[in-house]
Protein backbone atom coordinates (compact mmCIF):
# COMPACT_ATOMS: atom_id res chain seq x y z
CA UNK A 1 0.00 0.00 0.00
CA UNK A 2 1.27 3.22 -1.28
CA UNK A 3 0.21 7.03 -0.56
CA UNK A 4 1.89 7.89 -3.98
CA UNK A 5 4.20 10.27 -3.44
CA UNK A 6 7.64 8.34 -1.55
CA UNK A 7 10.41 7.68 -3.27
CA UNK A 8 11.05 4.46 -4.64
CA UNK A 9 12.91 1.70 -3.08
CA UNK A 10 12.48 2.85 1.01
CA UNK A 11 11.10 0.11 2.77
CA UNK A 12 9.33 3.21 5.10
CA UNK A 13 8.66 5.98 3.51
CA UNK A 14 8.97 8.93 5.49
CA UNK A 15 5.95 11.08 4.04
CA UNK A 16 2.77 11.12 6.38
CA UNK A 17 0.11 9.15 4.24
CA UNK A 18 2.31 6.44 2.96
CA UNK A 19 3.51 5.58 6.54
CA UNK A 20 -0.14 5.95 7.61
CA UNK A 21 -1.08 3.28 5.25
CA UNK A 22 1.76 0.46 6.22
CA UNK A 23 1.06 1.64 9.60
CA UNK A 24 -3.03 0.60 9.34
CA UNK A 25 -2.49 -2.62 7.14
CA UNK A 26 -2.47 -4.93 9.93
CA UNK A 27 -1.27 -7.68 7.18
CA UNK A 28 1.68 -5.78 6.83
CA UNK A 29 5.22 -7.38 8.82
CA UNK A 30 6.67 -3.71 8.80
CA UNK A 31 3.03 -2.53 10.43
CA UNK A 32 4.59 -1.97 14.11
CA UNK A 33 7.45 -0.62 13.30
CA UNK A 34 5.39 2.29 11.12
CA UNK A 35 3.12 2.47 13.79
CA UNK A 36 6.28 3.32 16.17
CA UNK A 37 6.98 6.00 13.76
CA UNK A 38 4.12 7.45 13.53
CA UNK A 39 3.92 7.54 17.77
CA UNK A 40 7.25 9.06 18.15
CA UNK A 41 6.10 11.67 15.23
CA UNK A 42 2.96 12.80 17.23
CA UNK A 43 3.41 11.48 20.78
CA UNK A 44 5.26 15.25 21.76
CA UNK A 45 2.91 16.99 20.86
CA UNK A 46 -0.18 15.32 22.28
CA UNK A 47 1.38 14.91 25.75
CA UNK A 48 2.38 18.85 25.59
CA UNK A 49 -1.28 19.56 24.92
CA UNK A 50 -2.75 17.20 27.99
CA UNK A 51 0.27 18.94 29.95
CA UNK A 52 -0.46 22.76 29.03
CA UNK A 53 -3.77 22.97 26.86
CA UNK A 54 -5.94 20.52 29.06
CA UNK A 55 -3.75 21.04 32.65
CA UNK A 56 -3.64 17.89 32.99
CA UNK A 57 -0.39 17.09 35.48
CA UNK A 58 2.54 14.88 34.47
CA UNK A 59 1.82 11.74 35.75
CA UNK A 60 -2.20 11.35 34.55
CA UNK A 61 -0.74 12.89 31.15
CA UNK A 62 1.74 9.80 31.01
CA UNK A 63 -1.21 7.41 31.95
CA UNK A 64 -4.12 9.11 29.61
CA UNK A 65 -1.75 8.94 26.49
CA UNK A 66 -0.49 4.70 27.32
CA UNK A 67 -4.30 4.32 27.54
CA UNK A 68 -5.26 5.86 24.16
CA UNK A 69 -2.37 4.13 22.38
CA UNK A 70 -3.13 0.85 24.42
CA UNK A 71 -7.04 1.09 23.19
CA UNK A 72 -7.23 3.36 20.48
CA UNK A 73 -4.38 3.06 18.47
CA UNK A 74 -3.45 -0.34 19.08
CA UNK A 75 -6.75 -2.45 20.00
CA UNK A 76 -9.18 -0.28 17.81
CA UNK A 77 -6.22 0.24 15.18
CA UNK A 78 -7.27 3.94 15.36
CA UNK A 79 -4.86 4.28 12.42
CA UNK A 80 -6.86 2.51 9.78
CA UNK A 81 -9.82 5.40 10.17
CA UNK A 82 -7.31 7.66 8.61
CA UNK A 83 -8.53 9.39 5.51
CA UNK A 84 -6.32 11.69 3.56
CA UNK A 85 -9.78 13.45 1.58
CA UNK A 86 -11.24 14.12 5.41
CA UNK A 87 -8.27 16.34 6.61
CA UNK A 88 -4.50 15.90 8.57
CA UNK A 89 -4.11 13.09 10.31
CA UNK A 90 -3.26 14.46 13.31
CA UNK A 91 -6.37 15.87 13.60
CA UNK A 92 -7.60 12.53 13.52
CA UNK A 93 -5.50 11.50 16.71
CA UNK A 94 -6.65 14.80 18.40
CA UNK A 95 -10.16 14.38 17.76
CA UNK A 96 -9.66 10.77 19.24
CA UNK A 97 -7.64 11.82 21.57
CA UNK A 98 -9.75 14.33 23.57
CA UNK A 99 -12.77 11.36 23.02
CA UNK A 100 -10.83 9.12 25.01
CA UNK A 101 -9.95 11.56 27.62
CA UNK A 102 -13.46 13.00 28.24
CA UNK A 103 -14.95 9.83 28.61
CA UNK A 104 -11.53 8.04 30.68
CA UNK A 105 -11.92 11.30 33.34
CA UNK A 106 -16.08 10.94 33.45
CA UNK A 107 -15.54 7.46 34.51
CA UNK A 108 -13.21 8.12 37.19
CA UNK A 109 -14.97 11.00 38.40
CA UNK A 110 -18.14 8.86 38.24
CA UNK A 111 -16.67 6.06 40.32
CA UNK A 112 -16.07 8.00 43.08
CA UNK A 113 -19.17 9.48 42.85
CA UNK A 114 -20.97 5.80 42.62
CA UNK A 115 -18.76 2.67 41.98
CA UNK A 116 -21.50 1.53 39.81
CA UNK A 117 -21.93 0.52 36.71
CA UNK A 118 -20.21 2.66 33.83
CA UNK A 119 -21.49 5.00 31.48
CA UNK A 120 -21.94 5.01 27.41
CA UNK A 121 -17.98 5.22 26.24
CA UNK A 122 -18.81 6.69 23.22
CA UNK A 123 -19.66 10.51 24.23
CA UNK A 124 -18.22 13.13 22.01
CA UNK A 125 -15.98 15.24 23.67
CA UNK A 126 -16.60 19.25 23.96
CA UNK A 127 -16.11 21.33 21.44
CA UNK A 128 -13.06 23.87 22.22
CA UNK A 129 -11.79 25.51 19.48
CA UNK A 130 -8.76 26.42 21.74
CA UNK A 131 -8.02 23.24 22.69
CA UNK A 132 -7.49 22.35 18.79
CA UNK A 133 -5.44 25.79 18.87
CA UNK A 134 -3.34 24.19 21.36
CA UNK A 135 -2.36 21.02 19.85
CA UNK A 136 -1.72 22.96 16.54
CA UNK A 137 0.95 24.76 18.66
CA UNK A 138 2.06 22.40 20.05
CA UNK A 139 2.94 20.49 16.55
CA UNK A 140 4.69 23.61 14.77
CA UNK A 141 6.73 24.26 17.37
CA UNK A 142 7.64 20.65 17.92
CA UNK A 143 8.64 20.89 13.76
CA UNK A 144 10.35 24.20 14.10
CA UNK A 145 12.62 22.28 16.94
CA UNK A 146 13.58 19.94 15.12
CA UNK A 147 14.45 21.62 11.90
CA UNK A 148 16.84 23.90 14.51
CA UNK A 149 18.21 21.44 16.25
CA UNK A 150 18.99 19.61 12.59
CA UNK A 151 20.45 22.88 11.76
CA UNK A 152 22.28 22.96 14.50
CA UNK A 153 24.29 19.70 14.37
CA UNK A 154 24.87 20.33 10.67
CA UNK A 155 26.65 23.32 11.72
CA UNK A 156 28.95 21.68 14.40
CA UNK A 157 29.72 19.07 12.30
CA UNK A 158 30.63 21.04 9.30
CA UNK A 159 32.56 23.58 11.10
CA UNK A 160 30.09 26.26 10.48
CA UNK A 161 29.59 27.59 14.34
CA UNK A 162 29.78 31.35 12.70
CA UNK A 163 26.07 30.22 10.47
CA UNK A 164 24.47 29.02 13.35
CA UNK A 165 25.68 31.60 15.77
CA UNK A 166 24.63 34.59 13.79
CA UNK A 167 20.94 32.40 12.94
CA UNK A 168 20.69 32.07 16.40
CA UNK A 169 21.36 35.38 17.67
CA UNK A 170 19.34 37.12 14.33
CA UNK A 171 16.26 34.70 14.14
CA UNK A 172 16.06 31.89 16.47
CA UNK A 173 16.59 33.99 19.89
CA UNK A 174 14.32 36.91 18.90
CA UNK A 175 11.66 34.90 17.27
CA UNK A 176 11.84 32.09 19.89
CA UNK A 177 12.26 34.08 23.10
CA UNK A 178 11.57 37.50 22.18
CA UNK A 179 15.19 38.25 22.77
CA UNK A 180 16.49 41.89 21.24
CA UNK A 181 18.43 40.88 18.04
CA UNK A 182 22.43 42.34 18.28
CA UNK A 183 23.24 44.64 15.23
CA UNK A 184 25.94 43.37 13.02
CA UNK A 185 29.09 45.23 14.46
CA UNK A 186 27.89 43.52 17.95
CA UNK A 187 27.73 40.31 16.08
CA UNK A 188 31.22 40.69 14.63
CA UNK A 189 32.40 41.04 18.20
CA UNK A 190 30.51 38.17 19.62
CA UNK A 191 31.38 35.61 16.65
CA UNK A 192 34.28 36.57 15.16
CA UNK A 193 33.79 37.92 12.04
CA UNK A 194 36.03 40.43 9.63
CA UNK A 195 33.52 42.56 8.83
CA UNK A 196 29.34 43.58 9.16
CA UNK A 197 28.96 42.47 5.97
CA UNK A 198 30.26 39.22 5.87
CA UNK A 199 27.84 38.55 9.28
CA UNK A 200 25.05 39.86 6.74
CA UNK A 201 26.27 37.35 4.02
CA UNK A 202 26.42 34.71 6.57
CA UNK A 203 23.05 35.01 7.49
CA UNK A 204 21.51 34.87 4.19
CA UNK A 205 23.24 31.82 3.89
CA UNK A 206 21.87 30.53 7.45
CA UNK A 207 18.47 31.56 6.67
CA UNK A 208 18.61 29.22 3.18
CA UNK A 209 19.94 26.84 4.86
CA UNK A 210 17.48 26.87 7.72
CA UNK A 211 14.64 26.63 4.54
CA UNK A 212 16.21 23.90 3.09
CA UNK A 213 16.15 21.65 6.42
CA UNK A 214 12.86 22.73 7.24
CA UNK A 215 11.80 21.45 3.88
CA UNK A 216 13.05 18.22 4.79
CA UNK A 217 11.39 17.61 7.87
CA UNK A 218 8.30 18.69 6.95
CA UNK A 219 8.70 16.66 4.04
CA UNK A 220 8.76 13.48 6.91
CA UNK A 221 5.21 14.09 7.58
CA UNK A 222 4.12 15.08 4.25
CA UNK A 223 3.80 14.49 0.47
CA UNK A 224 6.19 16.83 -1.47
CA UNK A 225 3.39 18.37 -3.22
CA UNK A 226 1.74 19.63 0.21
CA UNK A 227 4.89 20.73 1.72
CA UNK A 228 4.62 24.58 0.46
CA UNK A 229 1.06 24.50 2.45
CA UNK A 230 1.96 22.93 5.43
CA UNK A 231 5.01 25.67 6.10
CA UNK A 232 2.57 28.15 5.26
CA UNK A 233 0.15 26.28 7.94
CA UNK A 234 3.15 26.06 10.47
CA UNK A 235 3.88 29.89 10.03
CA UNK A 236 0.03 30.75 10.29
CA UNK A 237 -0.18 28.58 13.57
CA UNK A 238 2.94 30.13 15.40
CA UNK A 239 1.33 33.81 14.35
CA UNK A 240 -1.93 33.13 15.69
CA UNK A 241 -0.05 31.63 19.07
CA UNK A 242 2.04 34.87 19.24
CA UNK A 243 -0.71 37.23 19.20
CA UNK A 244 -2.37 35.34 21.56
CA UNK A 245 0.44 35.17 23.75
CA UNK A 246 0.83 38.86 23.50
CA UNK A 247 -2.49 39.72 24.32
CA UNK A 248 -2.36 38.01 27.19
CA UNK A 249 -4.53 34.36 26.50
Request: proline letters at 4%; one cysteine or more; glycine letters at 8%.
Amino acid sequence: MNGGCAPEGRLFPLTQWSLVARAADETQSGQRQALGQLLAAYLPALRVYLLHRRGIDRHQAEDLLQGFVADRVLEHNLVARANRSRGRFRNLLLSSLDNYVANTLRHQHAAVRNPGPMGRLDAEPADDAGHADGFETAWARQIIAQALQRMREQCLAAGREDIWGVFDCRVRAPLMEGAPAPSYPRLVRLLGFRSPMQAANALITAKRMFQRILREVVGQYVCQEDIDAEIDDLIAILSRARRIDAAGG
